[in-house]
């Protein structure tokens, strides 16, 4: 069966500090990836989605970038955190056809101090 | 434009009631939905999705949505209400053009009264 792990689960950091957050799956090959932001309110915001190595759609502007350097990894950065960075980061995958589940990552607490 | 309509903010029912979580939808072409739920401090957890066929849809936990196309509507449904189905409820449909992307709703915050 597939699994998919974020890390660290919760995280704390000064505004101007760098970012790395993490997204594995397990059980599956060549999935769609996406990061989403959720702010304090409940609303999902799509950050970005890859479809493949090296591939990846950003779908708004922001201090944030994402990576994906092996086919099951796929990286969340930024180099100088905002305030407005704070939030709960989820990873998701799926099969990448449109009839396709997406399936969700514990989340990363993130909060900018 | 794809997407969906969450009318509620929060939903609450007493345990034992039936519970309903309404959700419409504004798509392009055959509407592919879906339905998620998450608890606190978790990522969300698929519940159930329409994609052809039967217009009611069962799915985890005792959940079943109804499809119906004249009103574009994809309520969520559960005939008896637990305190544990306290959570936030997410509807979403497939973008068409989308690499599989999804468009959420705003998210329902249901609870469940002892």
């Known amino acids: 069966s597939q699994t998919i792990h974020q890390w660290p689960a919760t995280l704390v950091q000064p505004v101007g500090s760098p970012l790395s957050l993490e997204c594995t799956v397990e059980g599956t090959s060549n999935p769609n990836l996406y990061w989403y932001r959720q702010a304090a309110g409940r609303g999902l915001q799509l950050l970005f989605y890859?479809?493949?190595?090296?591939?990846i759609s950003s779908e708004v502007p922001q201090n944030l970038s994402a990576s994906r350097p092996q086919d099951r990894q796929f990286i969340l950065s930024s180099k100088k955190l905002l305030l407005s960075d704070s939030g709960f980061y989820l990873c998701?995958?799926?099969?990448?056809?449109?009839?396709?589940?997406?399936?969700f990552g514990p989340g990363t607490r993130l909060t900018v101090l | 434009a794809q997407s969906v309509a969450q009318p509620e903010d929060q939903v609450n029912v007493a345990e034992g009631n039936p519970l309903t979580v309404k959700c419409t939808y504004s798509v392009s072409g055959n509407p592919y939905l879906f339905w998620y739920v998450q608890y606190p401090n978790r990522g969300l957890q698929f519940l159930l999705k329409?994609?052809?066929?039967?217009?009611l849809v069962k799915g985890s936990y005792g959940f079943e949505a109804e499809f119906n196309k004249s009103q574009t509507s994809f309520h969520l449904k559960k005939p008896s209400a637990l305190v544990s189905d306290s959570a936030l409820y997410f509807c979403a449909v497939s973008l068409l053009y989308g690499n599989n992307r999804l468009a959420f709703g705003k998210g329902n915050q249901v609870v469940v009264i002892p």
């Open positions: 890859s479809v493949g190595i090296g591939q």
């Open positions: 329409y994609i052809t066929g039967d217009n």
């Open positions: 998701a995958w799926s099969g990448g056809g449109r009839t396709d589940t997406q399936y």
